[in-house]
């Protein structure tokens, strides 16, 4: 079992950064795949990035490669997403998630609750 908390949304302007992070609780959380995901008002879920449990590999969405950057810090049991160049319409609700790597929603077991990011317009 793995519980995930999100951490680090806010309101940010166009063009600026913001750091998400989530960390995790459970032993066996080295041993996931782990994924960002975004969901906005009245749009589905969409991929932002994964990374694979040894941090060896890591894959974003064509949207955001090159601005955002996945890391994970396993002695910490926490993962981070570097959001940098952030445009009008990446405002969402954030989620990290644990589970056998991919872009698909279904393959990850677990979920956090998810952050908020807002970038007006």
């Known amino acids: 079992q793995v519980q995930l908390v999100e951490s680090g949304g806010g309101l940010v302007q166009a063009g600026g950064s913001l750091r998400l992070s989530c960390a995790a609780s459970?032993?066996?959380?080295?041993?996931?795949?782990m994924g960002w995901f975004r969901q906005a008002p009245g749009k589905k879920r969409e991929f932002v990035a994964a990374?694979?449990?040894?941090?060896?590999?890591?894959y974003y969405a064509d949207s955001v490669k090159g601005r955002f950057t996945f890391s994970r810090d396993n002695a910490k049991n926490t993962v981070y997403l570097q959001m940098n160049s952030l445009k009008p319409e990446e405002p969402a609700v954030y989620y990290c998630a644990a589970g056998w790597l991919g872009g698909s929603g279904g393959r990850y077991n677990y979920w956090g609750q998810g952050t908020q990011v807002t970038v007006p317009s």
């Open positions: 990374i694979t449990w040894s941090s060896s590999s890591t």
């Open positions: 459970g032993r066996t959380f080295s041993s996931y795949a």
